[in-house]
């Protein structure tokens, strides 16, 4: 392995899992977090998230042989599903249980944090100020080796690269919820990225399961978002307009396209809150009348009622059942 010591820089839904995931491909995992409050808030997920993947792990035992198991199994934790046997699975399963014991370590000094890092993740809230606060910080600290990659969904990296001191060896690494089953790496540099920096974190994203996803200049939403916003959005517009309902806008992609998912069933699994806030930074959010408007109306009715989506067991549909 190319990269041995990898600092995740904020240990919230996408941190952790990051976090996690380094560990199981057999790296040395520091998370750099600000308090002792924030490592009594990023255990329990430490937790939540490692059994969510070992028991990901032992259902896909039950999907071999099955002709779904190819479209449904933990694409990050079992690299090669074809002819994959159940032992091979409990060697994994073993495995992922000792690194995830031994490779993982929670740390709040930062400069012993970072101390011999070959990639530091910053995964911390998509706040402009915290994150500039936190490279300010941590320039004079890394390593010379050390690369330096965020995930930001939101923003770009050429917002960043002058405060990190390094900007040739600073890029974005974009993550998708759920890294473990939906395994993409978005991969986005700035105009001062360096090429040779840049390939190494393609190598890197291979090297931790990911599938690495290379954009050749800056996007705002990458390449994923770029599209499935849009959509989303074109299907709200249709709900909205009561132009027809989620189910039959549902049925109506997925038959054509073959689909294993509508819009709406995607809008439960991303959440309605998210999906809200989206659609409230729209220009005429706040204009009475217009489609992006009675959008915003319908979601708050649903998200009021408690209704956000497969995390809360409701949303567009009802997951109770
Ligand atoms: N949630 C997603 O689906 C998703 C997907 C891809 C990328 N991302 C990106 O990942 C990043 C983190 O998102 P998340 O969903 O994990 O958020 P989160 O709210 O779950 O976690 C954010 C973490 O940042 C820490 N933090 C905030 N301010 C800090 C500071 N000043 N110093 C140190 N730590 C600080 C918090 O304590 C928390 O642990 C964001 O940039 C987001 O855009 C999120």
Not at 68 to 73: D, I, K, L, Q, S
Not at 166 to 179: D, S, V, W
Not at 267 to 276: C, F, K, P, R
Request: with cysteine.
């Amino acid at each position: 392995m190319a990269f041995n010591k990898v600092v995740v820089a904020g240990g919230g839904v996408l941190g952790t899992q990051i976090g996690l995931m380094c560990a199981y491909t057999g790296h040395d995992v520091t998370f750099w977090l600000r308090s002792e409050g924030s490592i009594g808030r990023t255990q329990p997920k430490i937790e939540r998230y490692s059994a969510l993947m070992i028991e990901d792990l032992e259902k896909a035992k039950a999907l071999i042989g099955n002709p779904m198991g190819a479209f449904v199994y933990p694409r990050g934790m079992i690299k090669d599903w074809n002819g994959v046997t159940v032992e091979q699975i409990d060697e994994l399963i073993a495995q992922a249980k000792k690194r995830f014991a031994e490779n993982i370590h929670l740390e709040i000094d930062m400069a012993k944090a970072v101390e011999d890092a070959d990639i530091v993740i910053e995964s911390m809230s998509e706040d402009p100020d915290a994150k500039i606060g936190v490279y300010t910080k941590m320039k004079d600290l890394l390593p010379e080796k050390t690369i330096l990659c965020t995930n930001s969904s939101t923003m770009l990296p050429s917002t960043f690269a002058e405060y990190t001191g390094r900007p040739e060896k600073y890029c974005a690494l974009h993550f998708a919820n759920t890294i473990w089953k939906n395994n993409t790496a978005e991969i986005m540099g700035h105009p001062g990225t360096d090429a040779d920096v840049y390939n190494q974190v393609v190598a890197f994203a291979a090297e931790i399961n990911m599938v690495p996803l290379k954009l050749h200049k800056e996007q705002p939403g990458y390449i994923l978002n770029s599209m499935l916003v849009p959509f989303l959005s074109a299907a709200q517009g249709l709900w909205a307009n009561e132009v027809s309902d989620p189910e039959t806008i549902d049925l109506t992609w997925q038959l054509a396209t073959s689909a294993p998912a509508g819009p709406f069933k995607i809008l439960d699994i991303v959440g309605l809150e998210t999906a809200y806030n989206i659609n409230q930074m729209k220009p005429d959010a706040a204009v009475e009348g217009t489609t992006t408007y009675k959008i915003g109306k319908l979601l708050k009715e649903k998200i009021d009622k408690g209704e956000t989506g497969v995390n809360a067991g409701k949303g567009f549909y009802d997951y109770t059942k």
